[in-house]
């Protein structure tokens, strides 16, 4: 049966902002999302990693979705993290999602008490047992010290109808091959890293979720439209030009860099909470620097 993905293009990993007391600025999510959805951004995901899910309380995570959701009205997706290494909790967080709006959810593998491949079945299918739209699965190894494989992948979707997609941060494109091989088109696939959009395309991706789109959301749209209008050479063009950005994005754990960047364009993206720090200034300033040869800033 044929179906239409979530999204295909790019979805940008949308920072939370915060005040200065480290409150959420839901004022400040209105300048972020309406810049977005007019620089080309086809979808957003909130509360995810770089939303800073993790330390917002239970009430805030529903709270950033519900805004979130009104504010963009439809005009794109959206996508909602409600992972956790409860399942209890990410059943609960993901029905909250769909009653507020959501379009799909981000379920990201349990972190920390490092599930079995087994546990991982029974987690995944319980919370998307648990609600009736799309899920997609996150996997990130190297946050959560724990790797969902392809097997298990395509068990899930041999078993639960609406888990179709996946986030890859894996940074392994024989596992995304793996994937894409043992899914086929019933699994959509996404780059979860913005250094692998175009490898991940040529495997079979359908866009990325991004942190990149943050700084340049025209051109992250348009190194997935331009590789599926056949155009990969432009496509990969536009990728490397903006290698050198991705490392500095990445140069300390995110959302660190990318919520110093977007306090440099004039957001006010605020600080981290908590035990996340402010960027270190050698590295601020690295990133400043590549951000005004790129002209993003002055």
Not at 19 to 29: C, L, P, T
Not at 97 to 112: F, K
Not at 147 to 167: F, G, H, Q, R, S
Not at 174 to 197: H, P
Request: charged content about 20%; overall charge negative; some cysteine.
């Amino acid at each position: 049966m044929s179906r239409k993905p979530i999204f295909t293009g790019s979805a940008i990993a949308v920072i939370t902002p915060m005040n200065a007391d480290g409150s959420v600025n839901y004022k400040e999510f209105d300048r972020l999302i309406d810049y977005q959805i007019e620089n080309g951004t086809d979808a957003i995901v909130v509360c995810g990693t770089t939303g800073e899910a993790s330390t917002l309380s239970h009430e805030e995570h529903i709270e950033c979705i519900r805004y979130v959701v009104e504010r963009v009205g439809k005009r794109i997706p959206v996508i909602a993290g409600t992972g956790s290494n409860c399942t209890e909790t990410a059943i609960w967080l993901s029905k909250q999602a769909e009653a507020a709006g959501a379009d799909a959810v981000l379920l990201v593998s349990p972190y920390y008490n490092k599930a079995t491949q087994k546990g991982l079945i029974k987690h995944f299918g319980e919370t998307a047992r648990a609600i009736n739209i799309p899920v997609v699965l996150y996997n990130i190894p190297g946050r959560t010290g724990v790797n969902i494989e392809p097997a298990t992948v395509k068990y899930l979707v041999d078993n639960y109808e609406n888990i179709i997609a996946v986030k890859d941060a894996t940074g392994n494109l024989g596992w995304t091959a793996q994937v894409s091989m043992l899914c086929g088109d019933r699994l959509d696939i996404y780059s979860g890293d913005d250094n692998a959009i175009c490898p991940i395309m040529s495997l079979g991706g359908k866009g990325v979720i991004s942190v990149l789109s943050h700084v340049a959301p025209r051109d992250t749209h348009l190194i997935v439209e331009r590789f599926l209008n056949g155009d990969h050479k432009g496509s990969l063009e536009l990728q490397l030009k903006y290698l050198p950005l991705i490392g500095l994005l990445f140069s300390e754990v995110n959302p660190i860099p990318v919520k110093t960047a977007c306090n440099l364009m004039g957001f006010a993206a605020g600080p981290m909470r908590l035990p996340l720090t402010e960027m270190e200034p050698e590295h601020a300033d690295k990133l400043a620097a590549e951000m005004r040869r790129l002209g993003i800033i002055k």
